[in-house]
């Protein structure tokens, strides 16, 4: 089967995630082209346009300030695209690393990690990442300092981004989280994956832990890890969004989904001007939609316990599950 035809048939099983793939590339095309997109200055203020309607020169209207709610929602998917990749590189690359780590050395290496893990996992979700971020994105923070002063990383405008450093420490903040749930999940695969008996002959052969965990193990969780950074995307951007809605998240006004959907803006929607926070919130929606349907189409395509005979004819249809 050509490549061609093996796509189209990929296509044909799995149409949600087609659907989901055209809302991720979305994201991307706005995200890279923003500023070819979008039609006004997202920071641009107009004393003569305020809280409009929806209309053919703001076709998601405008706010408070006259600033286009259209501009605004294109030049935010730059943000969550941000966001999204640089947290989910940096918790899949970390977890997988004490993943791999934990699951296969045991013992006091074990022990360490797990119970680390279990220390953050104790708490909710929103309030670790509220307490990372709290402490990582402080003024005088060692992480932020480092970022500033010994790395290429930099403080003002890059790639369209007014504040570039704050949206990398966000980003690291909602990586650690990642990283903590990744962890647990890949330990579990290598406990599973280190009784095979190919390891066994590995070690009796004399081959090193650290080569045994690089060319056999690591290998052997490939797809999972992928299909974790896939599933994790849409919760990074989510993530962004909630701490730019509680107000510590990308600073005003860089243009953010989350922060979008809070402050005057949510005063506004419930007094009737409902644009202002519909459209964003509908292209967060459709954005997060977009990847787990993709995600959920990868792990059938990747997993032959899900994907069936998949180009032979004989499978059955894939079975939806969860990881």
Same mark, same amino acid.
């Given at each position: 089967m050509g490549a061609g035809r093996r796509a189209l048939y990929v296509a044909r099983r799995n149409p949600l995630g087609v659907i989901g793939l055209v809302c991720v590339l979305?994201?991307?095309?706005?995200?890279?082209?923003?500023?070819?997109?979008?039609?006004?200055?997202?920071?641009?203020?107009?004393?003569?346009?305020?809280?409009?309607?929806?209309s053919a020169a703001h076709p998601f209207g405008t706010d408070r300030l006259g600033r286009d709610v259209l501009s605004r929602t294109v030049h935010g998917a730059r943000i969550s695209l941000l966001v999204g990749l640089v947290s989910v590189a940096i918790g899949t690359v970390a977890g997988s690393f004490f993943g791999i780590l934990s699951g296969y050395l045991g013992k006091l290496v074990d022990s360490v990690i797990q119970r680390a893990v279990d220390v953050l996992l104790? /708490?909710?979700? &929103?309030?670790?990442? +509220?307490? !990372? *971020?709290?402490?990582?994105?402080?003024?005088?923070? %060692? @992480?932020?300092?480092?970022?500033?002063?010994?790395?290429?990383?930099?403080?003002?405008? /890059?790639?369209? &981004?007014?504040?570039? +450093?704050? !949206? *990398?420490?966000?980003?690291?903040?909602?990586?650690? %989280? @990642?990283?903590?749930?990744?962890?647990?999940?890949?330990r579990g695969a290598v406990l599973s994956i280190k009784e095979n008996v190919y390891i066994d002959a590995a070690r009796a052969m004399g081959a090193s832990d650290w080569r045994i965990m690089r060319r056999h193990v690591f290998p052997n969780v490939a797809a999972?890890?992928?299909?974790?950074?896939?599933?994790?995307?849409?919760a990074a951007i989510l993530a962004e969004a909630a701490i730019s809605f509680l107000g510590i998240g990308?600073?005003?006004?860089?243009?953010?989904?989350?922060?979008?959907?809070?402050?005057?803006?949510?005063?506004?929607?419930?007094?009737?001007?409902?644009?202002?926070?519909?459209?964003?919130?509908?292209?967060?929606?459709?954005?997060?939609?977009?990847?787990?349907?993709?995600?959920?189409?990868?792990?059938?395509?990747?997993?032959?316990?899900?994907?069936?005979?998949?180009?032979?004819?004989?499978?059955?249809?894939?079975?939806?599950?969860?990881?």
């Open positions: 979305s994201l991307f095309a706005c995200g890279i082209f923003a500023g070819v997109i979008a039609p006004y200055d997202p920071y641009q203020i107009d004393g003569a346009h305020l809280r409009e309607a929806p104790a /708490f909710p979700a &929103v309030v670790l990442l +509220l307490a !990372i *971020i709290t402490v990582i994105g402080d003024e005088d923070s %060692a @992480v932020r300092k480092f970022l500033a002063n010994d790395t290429p990383v930099p403080t003002g405008s /890059f790639l369209g &981004v007014p504040v570039f +450093l704050d !949206i *990398i420490v966000i980003a690291i903040g909602i990586g650690i %989280a @990642v990283a903590v749930a990744t962890t647990r999940v890949i999972l890890i992928v299909v974790l950074a896939s599933v994790s995307l849409p990308v600073p005003d006004p860089t243009p953010s989904w989350g922060a979008d959907l809070t402050g005057q803006n949510r005063d506004d929607a419930l007094r009737g001007i409902w644009w202002v926070v519909f459209f964003p919130g509908l292209a967060l929606s459709l954005v997060v939609l977009g990847f787990n349907m993709v995600g959920d189409a990868f792990r059938d395509i990747s997993d032959p316990r899900l994907r069936g005979g998949l180009g032979g004819g004989s499978g059955s249809g894939s079975s939806r599950g969860g990881l």
